[in-house]
């Protein structure tokens, strides 16, 4: 999983309580993304941080905020969690190059295992 | 606003018999297709990436296409480890971000 780790890997919570999600990375890629995986929805981006302190939101980004102190780790709080955020959630990294003589930027994601939350 | 259509939503192949996955696009700008496989309780494992119609890449038993408006991806003389969820994103426009399909399940039966 291109030493991407996500803590914790499942849990269950009850509604109205607070939630912190944690990835960390040991690539030291300066993009990191989180999204929500459900069914018929496919994958949805939540947030992204394009560096230290620097983030910006995704397509579904309410109820939800991240921080990101540190290269290495992205976390994600769901304030007050409701059941519509029952979910599998995945962090993502990628870095950003420009090859020489090709077509432009490069932006491979590259995801974590997943973590299984169950908002009761 | 981006979109990306996958089909089908599910294929069962017998252990052999080839196929191709579609994933069409509309969107503004492309700047590269991303197909990517999952399993079952993991994360999506990076595949290929295609930046220009008519590009072409390939990995063992699988071959992504590109044209201007969809994307194949050729699954030759499947086996049943190839059995998974295969994605499809798209990134557009100035950012870093992806615009993800909802995939085809595919089974490879014996």
């Known amino acids: 999983d291109a030493g991407i780790t996500q803590s914790p890997r499942h849990k269950v919570t009850e509604t109205g309580t607070p939630v912190t999600l944690r990835c960390h990375q040991t690539e030291n890629h300066r993009y990191m993304y989180w999204y929500r995986q459900d069914p018929g929805h496919g994958l949805r981006l939540i947030h992204y941080?394009?560096?230290?302190?620097?983030?910006d939101k995704g397509e579904v980004s309410d109820g939800y905020s991240v921080s990101r102190s540190k290269t290495e780790d992205f976390l994600l709080t769901l304030e007050s969690a409701t059941s519509s955020q029952t979910s599998v959630y995945f962090c993502?990294?990628?870095?950003?190059?420009?090859?020489?003589?090709?077509?432009?930027?490069?932006?491979?994601?590259?995801f974590g295992p997943g973590t299984r939350l169950t908002v009761l | 606003e981006d979109q990306v259509t996958q089909s089908p939503e599910a294929l069962r192949l017998q252990e052999g018999e080839s196929s191709s996955l579609n994933c069409s696009y509309t969107?503004?700008?492309?700047?590269?297709l991303f197909w990517y496989r999952q399993d079952p309780g993991k994360g999506p494992e990076f595949l290929f990436t295609l930046y220009s119609a008519g590009e072409e890449k390939e990995k063992e038993r699988l071959k992504a296409t590109l044209t201007k408006k969809e994307s194949f991806l050729h699954i030759t003389a499947p086996k049943p480890e190839d059995s998974a969820t295969y994605l499809c994103?798209?990134?557009?426009?100035?950012?870093?971000?992806?615009?993800f399909g909802t995939g085809t399940q595919l089974k490879v039966e014996l």
């Open positions: 941080s394009y560096g230290v302190k620097d983030t």
């Open positions: 994103a798209v990134q557009t426009g100035g950012g870093n971000k992806l615009t």
């Open positions: 993502a990294i990628s870095e950003i190059w420009t090859s020489g003589g090709g077509p432009g930027s490069y932006n491979e994601q590259f």
């Open positions: 969107v503004s700008g492309l700047r590269g």
